[in-house]
Nanobody, 114 residues
Framework: QVQLVESGGGLVQPGGSLRLSCEAS????????MGWNRQAPGRQRELVAT???????TYADSVKGRFTISRDNAKNTVYLQMNSLEPEDTAVYLC????????WGLGTQVTVSS
């Protein structure tokens, strides 16, 4: 069974940067898209960024210009580079893969605080 494992979360000051990684435990056939959601306490889950196998990357308005999603197919890994972090970015970040089935990671905590 395929597992997604996120890493790279942590505590960072406002204005700082983090790079999240999400690696699949094995190859996934016919990937349609990979991406990241986030879940903050008391707020709805938000789709942060998506990178499809065909087409353009998409971002939530709240992160445009600050976050960049990328992927390395050879490593079965999707990344989220987060710059100019704000306290409002504090959340659990969960990666996903959409293929013939959908796969989800357990999440990595990102806390932006001084």
């Amino acid at each position: 069974q395929v597992q997604l494992v996120e890493s790279g979360g942590g505590l960072v000051q406002p204005g700082g940067s983090l790079r999240l990684s999400c690696e699949a435990s094995s190859s996934i056939f016919r990937i349609k898209a990979m991406g990241w959601n986030r879940q903050a306490p008391g707020r709805q889950r938000e789709l942060v960024a998506t990178i499809p196998s065909v087409g353009s990357r998409t971002y939530a308005d709240s992160v445009k210009g600050r976050f960049t999603i990328s992927r390395d197919n050879a490593k079965n890994t999707v990344y989220l580079q987060m710059n100019s972090l704000e306290p409002e970015d504090t959340a659990v970040y969960l990666c996903f893969v959409r293929a013939m089935s959908d796969y989800w990671g357990l999440g990595t905590q990102v806390t932006v605080s001084s």
